[in-house]
Structures are given as structure tokens and as C-alpha cells.
């Protein structure tokens, strides 16, 4: 698809960016968001608002779905406004956001009964890797529908994967968090002990980091409890989130996962403290006061 006329509903940071990665390349996307300092910044570049989902399905081939939670993306698709009233033939709706597989599924086959095709395409790396086109992109749907708004895809990921039938994308993220943010709670909590047990942090970080736990997250981790840098980007919100997600697909699966209800257990405790705005390595705070 060459151009092709693109509606994106979710303007938050990684949102946002990815409107400037698309428009400094040329498309001039319809556009929705509550945040109206967020539209009005991407209108100045030359996008357009829509006044709803319905309005904004309508005039697009593909509609880009950026939002918080499975929640927020039915109610956009299913109100009498929404996109699955006001979505054409042919057009394709990608979900970037995490979502809950089951939902991306039913969403999918209501959309194909208009017509209409769904890729789920979950998001890796940050919001800086957004705005140049660099982000890794975790895509499925129909093997059609996939290879029409491939290229699509490619001008916002570095790295696109493609990984079979629907919903696929979306577990294949939550997997993925759920091993992320239960690392950084392990190594958050590592840190909390060794300063409880008066080992200095800096150099229990010198011995993990030359052995095989050194990573990134580490990193992530060190910086805050060592030296009170929080830059992961990523908040105990969010990750809260994405293991409630994964503990519903897995139930759905007809099983459970004990590491993942404990880390769960803690983000849900650290949320409750009131700590949910801030980076998930923060956690190191709330372990603290255990």
C-alpha cells in the first residue's frame, strides 16, 4: 500500500511519537486523543482531528490503535460512534497497545464480519525508538492482512516479526513483560536485601554484572537503587497491568503461573502504597519498607 490515508486513535508519548515518525514521512493521519495539547501539536504538523472513532474509521484505510488497556479499546471499538460502526471494506486496524488476547480475537472476528481485517502488533523498546522508525513490532493476523500493511509497518520498526494467527502478537508481549518486569523485581529486591543485610550495593552490582545476570535491566535496576537514577520509562502501573494481562491469558489457557501471581503480588502492593507513577525499579523503595 502506497500512502494510504492512516487514522490514529491514542496520542500519549509513545502514541504521539509514532504520529511524527509517520508524518516526517509524508502521511497526514486523522487523529484522536482526550488530550487536546496532543492533537493540537500533531495538527500543527499537518494532521486532522476526527470528532469520533466512527468519523475517523470511515475516512482511513488503516486505523492505528496506541491505548492503555483492552478496556479503552473495546469501548472505542463497540459505542455507537465507534470504529466498528464506521470502519470500510477492506481497511485494516492494528492494535499497538497490550491487550488481552481473547479481546483481540473477538475484536478481530467482528471486524471481519464488516470486511475488515485486524493486525495485533505489540510494542518494544521506547518512545525515543518511536519517533525514528526503530521500534520492534510484535505482528499477527491473517497472513493477507499482515503482508498489506507490511510496509506500513516497517516504516515504524526496525524489526518487524511476524508470528502467525491473531493474538499471537499480543501474548507474545505479555510474555515477554512478564519476564521483564519480574526481573527487575528480582533484582529490585536484591538490592533492597543487600543494603538490609549491609552489603554495599554498588559492589554487589560490580560481582552480578561480570557473571551471567548482567543485562540491561540490571542496569535499569542499579541505576536506581545505587545511585537514584530512575530511567527505565516504564511504569509499576503499567507493568501492574501487562501481569494482570498475563495472569488472565493464562488462566484462559486453563492453567496457572506462580512466579508471575508473585510478581504480581508485589506491583499490586507497590501500587496500593501509592507508587504506581513511578518507574518500576522504584519498586526497590517499596521492598525497602518491608
Given at each position: 500500500?502506497?500512502?494510504?490515508?492512516?487514522g490514529?486513535?491514542?496520542?500519549?508519548?509513545?502514541?504521539?511519537?509514532?504520529?511524527?515518525?509517520?508524518?516526517?514521512?509524508?502521511?497526514?493521519?486523522?487523529?484522536?486523543?482526550?488530550?487536546?495539547?496532543?492533537?493540537?501539536?500533531?495538527?500543527?504538523?499537518?494532521a486532522?482531528?476526527?470528532?469520533?472513532?466512527?468519523?475517523?474509521?470511515?475516512?482511513?484505510?488503516?486505523?492505528?490503535?496506541?491505548?492503555?488497556?483492552?478496556?479503552?479499546?473495546?469501548?472505542?471499538?463497540?459505542?455507537?460512534?465507534?470504529?466498528?460502526?464506521?470502519?470500510?471494506?477492506?481497511?485494516?486496524?492494528?492494535?499497538?497497545g497490550?491487550?488481552?488476547?481473547?479481546?483481540?480475537?473477538?475484536?478481530?472476528?467482528?471486524?471481519?464480519?464488516?470486511?475488515?481485517?485486524?493486525?495485533?502488533?505489540?510494542?518494544?523498546?521506547?518512545?525515543?525508538?518511536?519517533?525514528?522508525?526503530?521500534?520492534?513490532?510484535?505482528?499477527?493476523?491473517?497472513?493477507?492482512?499482515?503482508?498489506?500493511?507490511?510496509?506500513?509497518?516497517?516504516?515504524?520498526?526496525?524489526?518487524?516479526?511476524?508470528?502467525?494467527?491473531?493474538?499471537?502478537?499480543?501474548?507474545?508481549?505479555?510474555?515477554?513483560?512478564?519476564?521483564?518486569?519480574?526481573?527487575?523485581?528480582?533484582?529490585?529486591?536484591?538490592?533492597?536485601?543487600?543494603?538490609?543485610?549491609?552489603?554495599?550495593?554498588?559492589?554487589?552490582?560490580d560481582?552480578?554484572?561480570?557473571?551471567?545476570?548482567?543485562?540491561?535491566?540490571?542496569?535499569?535496576?542499579?541505576?536506581?537503587?545505587?545511585d537514584?537514577?530512575?530511567?527505565?520509562?516504564?511504569?509499576?502501573?503499567?507493568?501492574?497491568?501487562d501481569?494482570?494481562?498475563?495472569?488472565?491469558?493464562?488462566?484462559?489457557?486453563?492453567?496457572?503461573?506462580?512466579?508471575?501471581?508473585?510478581?504480581?503480588?508485589?506491583?499490586?502492593?507497590?501500587?496500593?502504597?501509592?507508587?504506581?507513577?513511578?518507574?518500576?525499579?522504584?519498586?526497590?523503595?517499596?521492598?525497602?519498607?518491608?
Amino acid at each position: 500500500m502506497t500512502k494510504p490515508t492512516i487514522g490514529f486513535i491514542g496520542l500519549g508519548l509513545m502514541g504521539s511519537n509514532m504520529v511524527e515518525n509517520l508524518q516526517k514521512k509524508g502521511f497526514h493521519p486523522i487523529v484522536m486523543d482526550l488530550n487536546k495539547d496532543a492533537v493540537a501539536a500533531v495538527v500543527a504538523r499537518g494532521a486532522t482531528e476526527a470528532t469520533s472513532a466512527a468519523e475517523l474509521a470511515a475516512a482511513s484505510d488503516i486505523v492505528m490503535l496506541c491505548l492503555t488497556t483492552s478496556n479503552v479499546v473495546e469501548k472505542l471499538v463497540y459505542a455507537d460512534d465507534g470504529i466498528l460502526a464506521g470502519i470500510k471494506e477492506g481497511a485494516v486496524l492494528i492494535d499497538f497497545g497490550t491487550s488481552i488476547p481473547a479481546s483481540t480475537r473477538k475484536i478481530g472476528a467482528d471486524l471481519a464480519k464488516k470486511g475488515a481485517g485486524m493486525v495485533d502488533a505489540a510494542l518494544g523498546r521506547t518512545p525515543a525508538h518511536a519517533k525514528d522508525g526503530l521500534l520492534n513490532i510484535m505482528a499477527s493476523g491473517d497472513q493477507t492482512t499482515f503482508d498489506k500493511v507490511k510496509p506500513i509497518l516497517e516504516m515504524q520498526g526496525e524489526n518487524v516479526f511476524y508470528l502467525g494467527s491473531l493474538g499471537a502478537g499480543h501474548t507474545t508481549k505479555l510474555i515477554n513483560n512478564f519476564i521483564g518486569m519480574t526481573t527487575v523485581t528480582a533484582m529490585s529486591q536484591a538490592f533492597a536485601v543487600a543494603e538490609r543485610a549491609g552489603v554495599d550495593r554498588q559492589q554487589l552490582f560490580d560481582i552480578m554484572s561480570t557473571g551471567p545476570s548482567n543485562s540491561p535491566f540490571m542496569g535499569f535496576c542499579k541505576n536506581y537503587a545505587v545511585d537514584g537514577v530512575s530511567d527505565l520509562g516504564f511504569s509499576i502501573n503499567n507493568a501492574n497491568k501487562d501481569l494482570g494481562y498475563f495472569l488472565e491469558m493464562v488462566k484462559d489457557l486453563g492453567t496457572t503461573a506462580k512466579i508471575a501471581e508473585g510478581t504480581s503480588a508485589h506491583l499490586q502492593a507497590a501500587v496500593d502504597a501509592g507508587m504506581g507513577n513511578g518507574n518500576v525499579p522504584e519498586i526497590y523503595d517499596y521492598f525497602l519498607k518491608l
